[in-house]
């Protein structure tokens, strides 16, 4: 009976290795070890004590471990050893790439927050709230492994083992390094101690004179280092190799890759002064913000509508790096002309295929690489017009994706040609098709003499019931809606037209009108991971009532909008809209109550846009890989993501 | 629509079957307008006593294993009409007592695949096809057979013999792959009773609804690894399977109790578990099973007792009901004992639909699993 059970065992042996599991952990911890038993070299007055923190040495892991707090003198000299090498490295790097670590003199910064500051400043700026933006500075930091492996005594040396593995070229030289290592004499940990605190105050200092120092400081700084090193090499490759120097400068850089080709990419945090100071510097859209700001979330987004629009049209013809494509869709998510994932998604997709058709590669530039910086921006400009869906983040995901695997061996003209016809196939695959598929489906579900009901204008919803009424199903829809959009209306025209019965009410009504409804059919702007329902305002309250009166609720929604983050609430994450379309109701002058009111301090004006429905309340999530339980997603996620991203 | 489904055993002139829209195979349907799911479970639980059990699995003796002589000789009798054949073969395959319903539509395809003349990839996949639709069409309301069906095509046209370049060993990789499908679901009711026994303690209670062949394999495993446990059977009106179940584990020494199918929210405090098979495990992670689970299911969630789903892995089908009338109901004659006035509407459906909710965990041969976790294994066999 044993015997029978072994066999089992032996077969299905699949280990699944989920979130931060990292195998080499313990390898790359001894490494470290030996290296700090072989080289105990104590820090040199450049390198800053915080980026001893991040683990990097491990080159394995697929997975970054979020670093331990460690004892900063503990691991000191592995770090210290590195930059003892370039310690002429002058003091602006180095009151640079401190600067953002002790903003309130704490010696041990949360890595992960700050770093990515860090980050955000070197790369293509707004754009990195974006999955997918580290590949740029990844290609940059590949490509440059080639010509790095040449140079002997580039300040690139200072690089922690974990750089290695994605520049391996330069592993030759951080060996060389080790190898010159144990010449320098040996300090206590005390002494280290007293050469850290010199450090600090120094920093503190440099901090205090040089103000704001330029993001391009460390970059710069290092490429002066290459040129010292070898003047002779071509100016491209100079720059690739400063930039992955000014990566690994500002300590942690590599972990700090890792990390971001893994997790998603943070959003832009708004009540973080600093960086919104920076981002509006460079916005090409000038919106003046909400005065009154709504206190739980000012990490979003707060603006004046209907400012910006006239202000954006006289520049049409001043902004020659936009392409007009884009600013035309950009103008149009900003006054609302385009709305609905799906619309929006595929506007901004076919202004891309017009970006492009007209794309030409400037001389001395890589195609794939000038694309994409390109293509960064665009959607930086359409951040500023309006925050992204999930579902267009994952299809500038596709479409960055798409650039980056194209074969270098193809010809501009080809290239173009292929990345247009990839876009195509995107959208009637992944959208188009999706929704006739998700029809197929839902209509199965559709019996004679339901009510259906369904919550403002999806898309995928009202199609649904009209194929149903093509059918000849015999079914009635109720249409909930809700101030201040009112998209329901316009599906009620349309279902109206093609003469099916409605009924049409307001959210207030929904658990009067509940007890008659058999179906409740909800669209999504995004389905998350642990099967939240991330959708128009007003939906959770819907599938929460449905629920509590055991009527089945289906969410309709393409697969290209899943994704993996997770979500438990409606805060995090969310837009908001204009605070005057709450304050006033149009065509009713008789309602003025508050009047004059608008701007008073103590009165805030939270219009939000999304809500996140918890799976507990979704009976089916229908996708175009079928019918699913909420509980799926992650399998859908897992299994199709990779598929989708190269289609 | 409703009343015109099929599944009457006695009310066999009520109506014509209402099979798929397949009206140019007309002969082939299902002769004795009798779902042949209803007919197949009566016939079994007619007879299956362990005594003609084994008799009949003496009597059937050396054909299980070596099938391949019966299948083969009965086509070529048949002859030409390849269609008619799977039914046939099918219904063969089915007089084994033993020998579940998927698995027997699953002998009968990959006899279908012996016997085919084809002598391309596409046109033997298209034969197939049609069988296996054939058989579906047959008898549409049984889920294991529908399920059987698909995850055969799948097992077996989804492989890499597809792209051989010899047409002959494609074929026998086909049919190597055919007989390893069989043997595995042979052989699922073993691995299943292996893996529960870890869940069955001494001194447990067991409660038990329905007749299904997994359960009791379970239940004789547990008696013989010399496990002390009781089971309690719920009557299983109106075809009395509790009864059968119960008089089949009193032959094994197994103290058993039988109670009315509406004592079991009264007797539920002395239970530890509930264990039920299923006529079919759908993509949400509910099960489709006899009628009356759904309410011991309730029972037992609101009293904080596990319940265990005992079912093979070609039982996973790819349905999805939302709630107990999204599916298509298998009616089934009820005897009342007294006469019911005319006017009187009776409930026949024979089966209900336990949300996963309710569910603890589902026994299979693919392991023990969570119910969240069928439809993951059904969105990796079938897309």
Known sequence: MESRRNPRAVVDPKVRQVGFFTSSQPDSSSTQQQQQQTDPIPASASSPPVSTISPSGNSLSPVMIPPPRLNSSDTFPLRGAAAGASSAVSPSSFSYSNRRDFPDGSTTASPGRHSRGSFVKSSTPVASSLPGIGMDSMAAAKSSSVPASGLTTVSVATMPPGLAEKASGMEVQSDQKKNSKPLKEKTTKAERRAIQEAQRAAKAAAKADGGKVPPGTSASVASTSVKVAKPAKPSTQKNEVSVAAGVTEKKGGPSEKDRKKDAPHPRMQYDDESRVVKAKRRAVVKQTEAKNRVELFRHLPQYEHGTQLPDLETKFFQLDPMHPAVYKVGLQYLSGDISGGNARCIAMLQAFQEVVKDYSTPPEKNLNRDMTAKISSYVSFLIECRPLSISMGNAIRFVKNRIAKLPITLSESEAKAALQSDIERFINDKIIGADMVIVKHAVTKIRDGDVLLTYGSPTAVEMILLHAHELKKKFRVLVVDSRPKLEGQLLLRRLIKRGISCTYTHINAISYIMHEVTKVFLGASSVLSNGTVYSRVGTACVAMVASAFRVPVLVCCEAYKFHERVQLDSICSNELGDPNAISKVHGREDINYLDGLTNNANLQFLNLMYDATPSDYISMIITDYGMVPPTSVPVIVREYQKEHLLV | ?383
């Open chain 2, 1 to 383: 629509m409703w009343r015109r489904t099929p599944s009457f055993i006695l009310d066999r002139t009520s109506t014509s079957p209402p099979m798929a829209a397949d009206t140019t195979r007309a002969p082939i349907q299902n002769p004795d307008s009798i779902s042949a799911y209803y007919q197949t479970r009566a016939a079994h639980h007619g007879v299956i006593t362990s005594e003609w059990l084994s008799q009949a699995q003496a009597a059937v003796g050396g054909v299980s294993d070596s099938g391949d002589e019966h299948p083969v000789s009965s086509l070529t009798e048949l002859g030409n009409e390849k269609s008619f054949n799977v039914i046939e073969e099918f219904n063969s395959w089915r007089k084994q007592p033993d020998l579940a319903e998927a698995v027997a539509a699953i002998r009968a395809l990959a006899a279908v695949i012996r016997a085919s003349e084809a002598t391309t990839m596409m046109e033997l996949e298209i034969e197939l096809t049609k069988a296996s639709d054939t058989l579906k069409s047959w008898d549409t309301t049984s889920i294991s057979l529908t399920a059987g069906c698909d995850l055969f095509i799948r097992y077996v046209t989804r492989t890499s013999a597809l792209e051989y370049e010899d047409f002959n060993s494609a074929k026998s990789r086909l049919l190597e792959r055919a007989e390893k499908f069989g043997e595995i679901s042979c052989k699922a009711r073993r691995i299943i009773a292996m893996l529960s026994q870890d869940f069955i303690f001494d001194g447990c209670t067991i409660l038990v609804h329905g007749l299904s062949r997994v359960v009791l394999e379970i239940l004789k495993t547990a008696a013989q690894n010399n496990k002390l446990f009781r089971v309690l059977c719920t009557e299983g009106r109106p075809d009395g399977t509790g009864v059968l179940l119960s008089s089949e584990l009193s032959k094994l020494d197994i103290p058993v109790k039988l109670l009315l199918d509406s004592a079991v929210a009264y007797s539920m405090d002395e239970v530890d578990m509930v264990f039920v098979g299923a006529d079919g495990v759908v993509e949400s992670g509910g099960i489709i099973n006899m009628m009356g689970t759904y309410q011991i299911a309730l029972v037992a969630h609101s009293m904080n007792k596990p319940v265990y789903v005992a079912a093979e892995s070609y039982k996973f089908a790819r349905l999805y009901p939302l709630d107990q009338k999204d599916m298509a109901p298998a009616l089934r004659p009820i005897e009342f004992g007294l006469k019911i006035p005319t006017k009187v509407e009776v409930e026949r459906s024979a089966r209900d639909y336990t949300p996963p909710q309710y569910l603890t965990l589902l026994f299979t041969d693919l392991g023990v699993l969570s119910p969240s976790v069928v439809s993951d294994e059904l969105i990796q066999l079938y897309l």
